[in-house]
């Protein structure tokens, strides 16, 4: 009985001893590792199609990543819609076309652009924006990058010709914004859409 009292004793010093001086502090806040593939391209081809669709040949061309799905949603002489859709990580770039004519139909579709962004602002934290120019391809535009924790499209641009193309595109994830644990995902699209807009050419 004395030795089991004394063997208690020990047991209850060494765990005394083992938690004691070890201050706990909790552990900072992680996300998954999300691992993502290398980068590759091919040309615009071969997309699925809503039911309906008009098949007037498409007024531009691009590379798009061999990891999206492009899906075309509408497509007549002055209108072009597309979705290319990211299945594996839930994200879409949503790009919409217009033929235009001249410097007013061009100043109508910069204000539209102009409107759509200024929904994000409140949500952003900061937002860079960069013009792009290719003068060999008559390729004119500016890419946005918003900043913010909980903006919902981290991502948008238009490339315009100044005479008869208008393209617009914006990148959304589609689940509760948080771009802090979306950072991978959101950086290898966005190069994705940059490799777009670089690869982009008029018909």
């Not at 209108?79 to 033929?99: A, T």
Request: aromatic share 12%; charged share 20%; with cysteine.
């Amino acid at each position: 009985m004395r030795i089991r009292s004394i063997l208690t004793i020990f047991a209850v010093v060494g765990l005394l001893a083992a938690c004691g001086g070890n201050d706990y502090s909790p552990k900072p806040q992680a996300y998954l590792r999300i691992d993502m593939p290398a980068h590759a391209y091919q040309p615009l081809a071969g997309m699925a199609s809503n039911e309906g669709v008009a098949s007037t040949p498409l007024p531009f061309s691009f590379e798009v990543s061999t990891m999206a799905s492009p899906l075309l949603k509408k497509n007549t002489k002055r209108d072009v819609w597309i979705d290319i859709q990211y299945p594996q990580w839930n994200g879409v770039v949503f790009l919409s076309y217009k033929h235009i004519n001249g410097a007013t139909d061009l100043r109508g579709q910069l204000d539209t652009s102009s409107r759509l962004m200024e929904t994000h602002y409140k949500f952003a934290s900061g937002i860079d924006e960069q013009g792009y120019e290719d003068r060999e391809h008559s390729v004119y535009g500016t890419v946005w990058h918003i900043k913010g924790r909980n903006v919902a499209s981290s991502y948008q641009f238009y490339c315009t010709d100044s005479a008869h193309h208008f393209l617009r595109g914006a990148l959304y994830i589609n689940c509760p914004p948080n771009n802090d644990s979306l950072a991978p995902v959101l950086e290898y699209m966005q190069a994705d859409v940059d490799h777009l807009v670089e690869s982009l050419r008029w018909r």
